[in-house]
């Protein structure tokens, strides 16, 4: 099954990189303990639940009206995947390793839709509503979120424990036991708050882990 959902996300994402991504082309690394880069395509997964970081293209019925986002409890589904990207304005380029403080933007592979957040309301919690927004050509600070890394590392590395906190509101990607009744496979809501809680930590899983650049 792991090789399988592997195999998608490889072919997917070269399909992805080559309309998007900058630089030279790098062959696909998965074995754990890697660094994050600039590129590469992983699950983010929820460190108190488990579940893994989902969107596909179902609306929010309140709100914003935005593309929802959702904890997903199996792994092996390809509405988990993101596309890890810097900002609009930065020099990083495919390849290149994240520090901690970096402000990235998170590209859902499926849709190409931005995770996104702003001050309208979670519709189970009533906290900062999160949702994926935007496409290839359109993107805004209301998708840049701060990378903190737990402990004393200070680049990010697959299965670390990380905050993503959201440039613009202040509020941490936030998940919690809460569940959607109209939403089937137990997908549970995903938010923001501005307080540092445990269920603010997330760590990536699954996924495709581009070689840092100039690496032999």
Known sequence: MAASVLALA???LIGASSQVDNGASAAPV????????????VKLMHDKTKVRLHSHDVAYGSGSGQQSVTGF?????????????PTLD?????????ETGSIIRLQHMRTRRWLHSHLHASPLSGNLEVSCFGGDEQSDTGDYWR???????KIWK??????LRHVDTGGYLHSHNKKYNRLGGGQQEVCGVRDKRAENIWSTAEGVYLPV???K
């Open 147 to 153: 990378l903190e890394i737990e402990g004393k590392d």
């Open 158 to 163: 697959r299965d670390q424990k990380v905050r």
């Open 73 to 85: 409890p199996q792994t092996d589904d390809s509405n988990s995947y993101w596309i890890v990207r």
């Open 90 to 98: 930065s020099s990083a380029k495919q390849g290149d390793a994240i």
């Open 30 to 41: 998965t074995e754990e303990g890697l660094e994050v880069t600039y590129g590469s395509t």
């Open 10 to 12: 490889v072919a997917l």
């Open 213 to 215: 650049s100039g690496s």
